[in-house]
């Protein structure tokens, strides 16, 4: 310290040649965090990638299971969709009578029994006709 108030530069301050091991170190400490902060940010861009495949995958089911599927692919593609007309059309609409007390003395497997059973004859007979569907599950 008391050689640092001298007036000539020579004797005011020696340095020692430092050690560059230590900066060596702090260079592949930060290249160590640097490759796990890359790492971690390449899995979390894999799992949103896939998150966000399964929720496209998801609408995509959706959307064809309300549309028939030409109408849903050229949604997919931005396109228009022009309306269809026809000539004649069926829309049938049903009723359990006496459902409300049936499903009161009924077991909840009695009642998802009774009406899968009911959906699935309504579902064979429609299958004989050319008709589109649009039924409870769609909404």
């Known amino acids: 310290l008391k050689d640092c108030g001298r007036e000539g ?3 005011r ?3 020692h040649p430092t050690n560059n091991q ?3 170190s702090i260079l592949n400490n930060l290249l160590s965090r640097m490759e796990q902060y890359a790492n971690n940010l390449e899995n979390l861009v894999e799992e949103r990638t896939q998150a966000y495949l399964e929720e496209k995958r998801k609408a995509e089911n959706l959307l064809y299971q309300i549309l028939p599927h030409s109408v849903a692919e050229q949604l997919k593609r931005g396109e228009t969709v022009q309306a269809e007309a026809f000539d004649s ?3 049938y609409f049903s ?3 006496g459902f409300t007390s049936l499903s009161a003395e009924s077991t909840p497997l ?3 029994t009774l009406l899968n059973d009911l959906y699935t004859c309504f ?3 429609i299958d004989n006709f050319d008709v589109y569907k649009v039924g409870p599950e769609q909404f």
């Open 9 to 11: 530069v020579i004797g």
């Open 13 to 15: 301050f020696e340095s």
């Open 22 to 24: 230590g900066s060596t």
């Open 89 to 91: 059309v069926t829309i």
């Open 95 to 97: 009723d359990i009578v």
């Open 110 to 112: 009695q009642v998802v």
């Open 123 to 125: 579902d064979a007979i």
